[in-house]
């Protein structure tokens, strides 16, 4: 079974950076297409970006374009976020996943086998 383990959460004043992490253990991780998401209180979790297997492809939520970056390092069995110009709607717990059955990171949550516990993030003054 695949484990992810996220960190690098906090509180970050708007307009600030943080690097999100996601280490996984128990599988071929080169074999996962990896994804974050992200749920705010009262709201579903929704979509953030998504990446390939190899990395060569991406994809991201239109409210984080131009912000968030998706990488993975498969030497390291980790997939990274790094969130610049940050913003109180931001606020949320992410989340990353894991599909064993597709080659890229796709939008849909269904689609994922394996999620991590999530990280907080807080964007305020």
């Known amino acids: 079974q ?3 383990v996220e960190s690098g959460g906090g509180l970050v004043q708007p307009g600030g950076s943080l690097r999100l992490s996601c280490a996984a253990s ?3 991780f080169s074999r996962l297409a990896m994804g974050w998401f ?3 209180p009262g709201k579903e979790r929704e979509f953030v970006a998504g990446i390939s297997r190899g990395g ?3 994809d991201y939520a239109e409210s984080v374009k131009g912000r968030f970056t998706i990488s993975r390092d498969n030497a390291k069995n980790t997939v ?10 931001d606020t ?10 597709r080659r890229r990171g796709t939008t849909d949550l269904n689609d994922y086998n394996y999620w991590g516990q999530g990280t907080q ?4 003054s």
Not at 80 to 89: A, D, I, V
Not at 92 to 101: E, F, K, P, R
Not at 121 to 124: E, W
Request: hydrophobic share 40%; glycine share 6%.
């Open 56 to 58: 060569l492809s991406s």
């Open 38 to 40: 992200r749920q705010a």
């Open 26 to 28: 128990g599988g071929t």
């Open 2 to 4: 695949v484990q992810l």
């Open 80 to 89: 990274y976020l790094q969130m610049n110009s940050l913003k109180p709607e």
């Open 92 to 101: 949320a717990v992410y989340y990353c996943a894991a599909d064993l059955n």
């Open 121 to 124: 993030v807080t964007v305020s």
